[in-house]
């Protein structure tokens, strides 16, 4: 008899759980993230891999730089932006784009996001803010 009252329980919790995972929405990732970028580094890879409809809004401030030779600043990553100034790139071969002081980038083809700093010779950490809008992609009703 104790068996098959523990058999019952067990079958029971089995069902609601199940019942759960079914009914409960999935999880959206969260929405605001922080990075810190080092000027040591090209670029630092955030791990947030994105979809064609997200939106991404990066905040970053511009970080100190010893002065660019006229040599140097065409070798920069983005030769048109100011030294020290936050990038984005949407793919690791992809062209930079400026985020300083903020950016916000509709996205209309799966990529991953890059930050860097446009600049040799600068000191310190760039904190990053971005915050994402997740694409809810419509299912039809069945």
């Known amino acids: 008899m104790r068996c098959l009252r523990v058999s019952v329980i067990a079958s029971l919790l089995a069902t609601v759980s199940a019942l759960n995972s079914q009914s409960s929405p999935k999880k959206q990732p969260l929405k605001d993230y922080t990075f810190a970028v080092a000027t040591e580094r090209v670029w630092t890879d955030t791990g947030l891999d994105l979809k064609s409809g997200d939106r991404v809004h990066v905040y970053g401030k511009v970080v100190a730089c010893e002065g660019q030779t006229r040599s140097e600043k065409a070798h920069l990553p983005l030769p048109s932006a100011p030294a020290g100034s936050l990038l984005v790139k949407l793919h690791g071969e992809s062209n930079p784009i400026l985020a300083s002081p903020d950016a916000d980038l ?17 000191h310190g950490t760039i904190s990053v803010k971005v915050h994402v809008e997740w694409h809810q992609s419509k299912t039809p009703a069945k």
């Open 106 to 122: 509709p996205i209309i083809e799966n990529g991953r996001l890059y930050l860097g700093i446009n600049g040799w010779h600068c």
